[in-house]
């Protein structure tokens, strides 16, 4: 990969993000559906050099473990006219986790599965409730690394080095560890 094939996919998938829109005014459906696009994970940590040139994670850092704000905090777009107001952002920590719980409730699904780590994010999408605060834990692929993370508090550990703490509402860009 490099900037070229990256701003190529990006170009990419905004006309066909645009097609899907157009498609849906054309048919009516444009205030029934709820278009959503989630990244998974942010880029791959062998790609770091290609996120630093593009600035693929703004000011956010980008690390090799995975564990960077850079690396876990992906875009999810949200589009449902009748229920979301146009330009609203939230700087909710969420992940895929809440996405069974939040299009069961959005279908009017009753939820024959178990218990899940994730929680709706209906009523936080249409404005009717706050996220409620929980603490949210991610591990390395070798398990070598841990984050957790409650509020705009994170905890890095890493097996080879002392624990560090961050507050990200002050330093989203983790480069002052107040442990």
């Known amino acids: 990969w490099n900037v070229e094939d990256y701003a190529t996919r990006v170009r990419r998938v905004d006309a066909l993000t645009g097609r899907i829109v157009e498609a849906l005014e054309e048919l009516g459906l444009t205030n029934r559906t709820c278009l959503l696009f989630f990244g998974l994970a942010g880029p ?14 703004g000011d956010f850092q980008h690390s090799a473990n995975g564990l960077s704000e850079g690396n876990l905090r992906v875009p999810c777009v949200v589009r449902w006219p009748a229920h979301i107001a146009a330009n609203t952002t939230s700087e909710e920590a969420i992940g895929l986790w809440d996405m069974l ?22 009523d936080v999408w249409q404005k009717r409730q706050p996220l409620k605060t929980r603490r949210i834990v991610w591990r390395s692929d070798d398990g070598e690394v ?30 002052r560890d107040l442990s």
Request: avoid cysteine; glycine fraction near 4%; hydrophobic fraction near 40%.
């Open 44 to 57: 791959r940590p062998t790609l770091s050099e290609l996120v630093r040139e593009a600035h693929g994670t």
């Open 101 to 122: 719980p939040t299009l069961s409730q959005l279908a009017a699904v009753s939820r024959p599965f178990g218990p899940v780590d994730g929680q709706s994010l209906a």
């Open 146 to 175: 841990l984050a957790a993370r409650e509020q705009h508090w994170k905890l890095l550990r890493d097996a080879s080095k002392p624990p560090q703490l961050f507050d990200l509402s002050a330093d989203p860009a983790e480069e």
